[in-house]
């Protein structure tokens, strides 16, 4: 995994009574090779533990088709083809973040004031083979 991260927070008093605060963080990661624990269809250990005992799991290979779609050995739906969750499942991928903030705050009083908050995010998510 490879992530860089960059942040930025500005703030300004313009006088005793408007206050301006903003904050930015950006974050680009990369990743390759991903683990699939946790997900039972793109685990390909969860199809393997499937197949009976008594049926060699290489007849299986390569797990997908000539229309590169994965070639299924049982009616469990669930049950992802073992070879083409190795050779088929895409599990790299790039995402860049940015997630923002801006206060404005007037101070009416001593002990009242108004303030006004915008808070944004955009993640762009790019799954790579």
Do not use: C
Not at 103 to 128: C, D, G, I, P, Q
């Amino acid at each position: 995994m490879n992530r860089k991260t960059f942040n930025l927070g500005i703030n300004a008093n313009l006088s005793d009574k408007i206050i301006f605060e903003g904050n930015a963080q950006y974050t680009t990661e990369s990743n390759q090779n991903r683990v699939y624990l946790a997900d039972f269809q793109l685990n390909p250990n969860a199809g393997a533990q499937l197949i009976a005992t008594n049926i060699d799991v290489r007849t299986l290979d390569p797990g997908y088709g000539a229309d590169n779609f994965e070639v299924l050995w049982s009616d469990y739906i669930y049950a992802t083809n073992p070879y083409f969750a190795v050779n088929k499942v895409e599990n790299g991928d790039n995402k860049s973040r940015l997630i923002g903030s801006f206060k404005a705050r007037y101070n009416m009083t001593e002990h009242l004031y108004a303030s006004f908050r915008r808070v944004l995010t955009r993640l762009v998510w790019v799954v790579m083979p």
